[in-house]
């Protein structure tokens, strides 16, 4: 039985105080959690002050990007050396608003992770297919690609430190959940190739989180699957009533 792992991606949203405040909330209310991993990834600007809360909590902080080179003249961009500085445990790589909006390739997303990994941050990875991908029958082939292609060099021993996160493009802040089945199908899936790339060891503890409209309402069937290890809540995670709802299916 993997520990279910509860990670709220807030993304762009929020100010200051109200990041304060949600990091807050979530520290008191989920103080007594004990069965599951809790994690939230605030905006860059946001990260150090959520951090200053949440030291020594059970919520843990992550970024929802990161660059891959060190220290250096990349305007604009935040390294794991600044991450893991100011407490950051987490980063969320390949998310598909960064593969879609910001044309992330697997070869970027791969070279971020790696440098992750080697920085000492853990690392959830995004996979997903758009609807169109799956209407076309191509849902395992880019979930395939996508898992290959930014998982490549990583060793066995390196995937303890990775989460994969299943997130159908098409179900991401649409309010379109898949369903458990759908999910499970996909989750079972990953399980495989992760069996296939890394051994049953890795596979059986490498935890796979669903992400895309889960809610209080729906979460506990989707983690009642047998491959769907925890969440990665969007819309939900903005608020701390909700995602403790969601924390709270995962006993
Ligand atoms: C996400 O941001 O990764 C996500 C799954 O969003 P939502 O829960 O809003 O669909």
């Not at 109200?18 to 605030?42: F, H, Q, R």
């Not at 920085?119 to 996979?127: D, F, H, S, T, W």
């Amino acid at each position: 039985m993997r520990r279910p792992f509860i990670a709220g991606n807030w993304k762009m949203n929020l100010n200051r105080a109200e990041a304060v405040a949600l990091a807050e909330a979530l520290k008191e209310k989920a103080a007594g959690v004990d069965y599951a991993d809790i994690a939230v990834c605030p905006p860059f600007v946001y990260l150090d002050a959520v951090a200053g809360v949440l030291k020594g909590s059970n919520v843990k902080v992550g970024a929802q990007d990161c660059y891959f080179a060190g220290n250096g003249a990349f305007t604009g961009e935040v390294s794991v050396e600044m991450l893991k500085d100011i407490g950051c445990e987490y980063v969320i790589l390949g998310h598909s608003e960064r593969r879609h909006i910001l044309g992330e390739s697997n070869e970027l997303t791969n070279k971020k992770l790696l440098a992750a990994l080697a920085g000492g941050l853990k690392v959830i990875l995004c996979v997903g297919e758009m609807l169109s991908e799956r209407e076309a029958n191509q849902t395992d082939d880019i979930n395939a690609e996508q898992f290959f292609g930014s998982l490549a060099g990583v060793t066995a021993e390196q995937m303890k430190d990775v989460t994969i996160a299943y997130e159908p493009v098409w179900a991401i802040g649409t309010g379109k959940t898949a369903s458990p089945e759908q999910a499970e199908e996909v989750h079972a899936f990953l399980r495989k190739l992760l069996e296939y790339r890394f051994g049953k060891e890795t596979a059986d503890t490498v935890r796979i989180q669903y992400g895309g409209s889960m809610k209080p309402a729906n979460a506990k069937d989707l983690l009642g699957q047998a491959d769907i290890d925890g969440g990665l809540i969007g819309g939900a995670a903005l608020q701390a009533d909700s995602f403790m709802g969601i924390i709270e299916c995962g006993k």
